[in-house]
């Protein structure tokens, strides 16, 4: 299928810069629906498409609305191949901007090169 993230970030302070793709989980969804989500990242990120237009890879960063939906999308991430894992990170709303911003550790890669 075609990937289509809720949002694609770059944010840069001086020769740094972080690249994500934002994925904004309301709740609503299904774990089979969020598993081929998770699968279709992995098969772009295996594809080389967009390490061949930007020279990285972005890291894929769920944003969710609670603690126990991030507990499910790290079980999800859990079972892919370990190579696959360190495309994703997940964290919960109230604490996404602080964690894009670099006030927190990033569970995500920001970007693989």
């Known amino acids: 299928g075609c990937l289509r993230p809720d949002a694609y970030v ?3 302070i001086g020769e740094f810069e972080d690249v994500f793709f ?3 989980d309301m709740g609503s969804e299904h ?3 969020l598993t081929r989500q998770h699968q279709a990242y992995v098969e772009h990120f295996r594809s080389g ?3 061949v237009k930007t020279g990285i890879y972005p890291g894929v960063l769920w944003i969710v609305p609670d603690e126990k939906r991030a507990t499910l999308l790290r079980d999800i ?3 892919l191949p370990e190579q696959s894992r360190r495309l994703f990170g997940v964290t919960t ?3 996404a901007v602080d964690l894009l ?3 927190m550790d990033a569970t995500a890669a920001g970007g693989i090169s």
């Open 10 to 12: 770059r944010l840069g």
């Open 101 to 103: 911003c670099g006030v």
């Open 31 to 33: 774990r089979g629906q």
């Open 77 to 79: 991430e859990q079972r």
């Open 93 to 95: 709303s109230d604490r």
């Open 22 to 24: 934002l994925e904004q």
């Open 49 to 51: 498409a967009e390490q």
